[in-house]
């Protein structure tokens, strides 16, 4: 087979994969807004609906953000990506399965926040957060792996845009991890620094 049919075949195999987790990205973001309700009556009740909605608002944009992130850094590190392995492809499918259960978990905080509960809805939240982090972190540990990261990549494994990834995903674990624990004393702030970690990653 020719250099271009190989070029085209991994091209066309790349396209599928970030196809498919585009897909998985947009569901998972759409599901997020069913939690919220539509307030019906007077305008003076449905001021009143909506403000008694805070805690499930608040929950509904951290978990935008927290897609919406996650995607801006698989859109970034797929830019990258010249083809697709078996590795990769595991380590992508782990990305997603915590990218399908933040809807879930959002909706479990936005009920319980404020009420008894939330500190273990915001800490399987968290929970989920780390998984996340750690799919990412293999995913590009896999990409970025002298073994077969020539091949993988799009840019040398020197390049300043590898070196500049790899430290930033290098702490999500860790700061995931600190929103878990803060979870055990106030779910408010778990909750508070996944927001403040899907705008770090932005």
């Known amino acids: 087979m020719s250099r271009a049919n190989h070029e085209s075949r991994d091209e066309k195999e790349t396209g599928r994969v970030e196809a498919f987790s585009d897909g998985v990205f947009a569901i998972a973001i759409t599901l997020l807004v069913l939690e919220l ?50 590795g990769l492809l595991l380590w992508n499918t782990l990305l997603l399965l915590g990218t399908t259960l933040v809807p879930f978990f959002m909706h479990l905080v936005s009920v319980s926040l404020g009420h008894r509960g939330d500190r273990v809805a915001a800490m399987l939240f968290s929970a989920n957060g780390v998984l996340t982090a750690i799919g990412y972190n293999g995913l ?8 077969h990261g020539h091949s993988l990549l799009r840019i ?27 979870a055990i004393w ?3 702030a778990s909750v508070a620094i996944n927001l403040g970690l899907a705008l770090f990653f932005a």
């Open 37 to 86: 309700r539509v307030p019906h009556g007077a305008d003076s009740d449905i001021l009143k609906e909506l403000a008694g909605q805070g805690p499930a608002f608040f929950a509904f944009f951290t978990g935008f953000a927290t897609i919406g992130i996650m995607w801006l850094n698989h859109h970034r590190v797929f830019n990258l990506v010249r083809r697709v392995d078996h």
């Open 186 to 188: 106030n779910a408010w």
């Open 156 to 182: 040398p494994l020197d390049d300043s845009r590898v070196r500049d990834i790899t430290v930033a995903y290098r702490f999500g674990p860790v700061f995931y991890s600190v929103a878990v624990v803060v």
């Open 140 to 147: 590009w540990y896999h990409l970025t792996h002298p073994r």
